[in-house]
């Protein structure tokens, strides 16, 4: 089983709806993230969670929210999709306090605002 | 952010050495210099890091110039398996910094 799981895997919604993609984890870390990547560009961070109660915006936060149900869990939302925000989401997750810090990542959702 | 240049694309042929060039060159003292892979298809993946040091483990080299203004990943046998989006990535020492992807450097292996 997948240490970092995501679901969907893939997702075609319309311009407006509300859209949510989940992140679990069973690596026991504390630090998880949300990435978006848009074809041939690199990752950009939407979103990162260090602990339970704490949520910090990455570079391209707007139109998007988090929320993180517990260790294991971390939520990212789109309020009201819009084709721009067609793109591939990553999950991933670290544990945090070392200086041999590793991000690991989830196979990826694959979403698409028609 | 301390940023890193890569170049776009590179070619190998198969079970020869590969070596992928980063430089930083604005790099600061407290940086670590991380390597991950994307494959097709797939999330990213740690490849190695490090500080000052040269580094050796199970799936790669990275050699640091001795400045640490460039760094070099070394694939000593590239398999077709290796054909992926190489990112080179500064990541500060101290707690709270996030790691930040650039376009990295898409790998072909040749038959």
């Known amino acids: 089983d997948a240490d970092v799981t995501q679901t969907p895997r893939n997702r075609i919604t319309k311009t407006g709806k509300r859209i949510m993609l989940e992140c679990s984890q069973t690596?026991?870390?504390?630090?998880m993230y949300w990435y978006r990547q848009d074809p041939g560009l690199g990752l950009r961070l939407i979103y990162y969670?260090?602990?339970?109660?704490?949520?910090n915006k990455g570079e391209i936060s707007d139109g998007y929210s988090v929320s993180r149900q517990a260790q294991a869990k971390f939520s990212l939302s789109l309020e009201s999709a819009i084709p721009n925000q067609t793109a591939l989401y990553f999950c991933?997750?670290?544990?945090?306090?070392?200086?041999?810090?590793?991000?690991?990542f989830g196979s990826g959702t694959q979403l698409s605002v028609l | 952010d301390a940023k890193t240049t890569q170049p776009n694309s590179m070619e190998s042929n198969e079970e020869e050495p590969v070596h992928l060039p980063c430089n930083h060159s604005t790099i600061s003292g407290t940086d670590y210099i991380h390597w991950y892979r994307q494959l097709p298809s797939q999330g990213p993946e740690y490849v190695i890091h490090g500080l000052t040091s040269n580094v050796n483990n199970r799936m790669a080299s990275l050699a640091i110039a001795e400045d640490r203004k460039s760094s070099t990943l070394i694939l000593h046998r590239a398999t077709l398996r290796d054909a992926a989006v190489y990112y080179c990535i500064l990541r500060p020492r101290f707690l709270g910094q996030n790691f930040v992807f650039g376009p990295g450097t898409r790998l072909s292996v040749l038959p």
């Open positions: 690596k026991g870390h504390d630090r």
């Open positions: 969670s260090f602990d339970v109660k704490d949520i």
């Open positions: 991933a997750t670290s544990l945090g306090g070392t200086e041999n810090e590793k991000l690991f």
